[in-house]
């Protein structure tokens, strides 16, 4: 195989090159994260992860775990994608990373 040939499947934007499977694995398909504050900006929050999860993949479910300790509100979400690249989409729209 030519050097051309192997930097198709590369990327090199950055000035380095790596090959795409390192960097996304294809079974990263669920982001997990605790919201933690007042109950109207927990909510709010937890609304917008919602919105943008269903815009990155309109089959991603959302699972969420309350926890809260007075008046502190915690919930744990769980949205599970239907593969690792909406999973990305939905963390660089909502910068969650």
Known sequence: ??????????????????????????????????????ASSVEETLTYYKEEAKKADSSATVSVTDVSVGDIVVKNVKIQFSCA???????????AV
């Open 1 to 38: 195989m030519a050097d051309n040939d192997i930097m198709k499947d590369c990327g090199c934007e950055c000035g380095c090159t790596l090959e795409i499977g390192t960097v996304i694995n294809n079974d990263d398909t669920v982001y997990e994260c605790e919201l933690k504050g007042d």
């Open 85 to 95: 690249a909406e999973k990305i989409i939905f963390q660089m729209r909502t910068k």
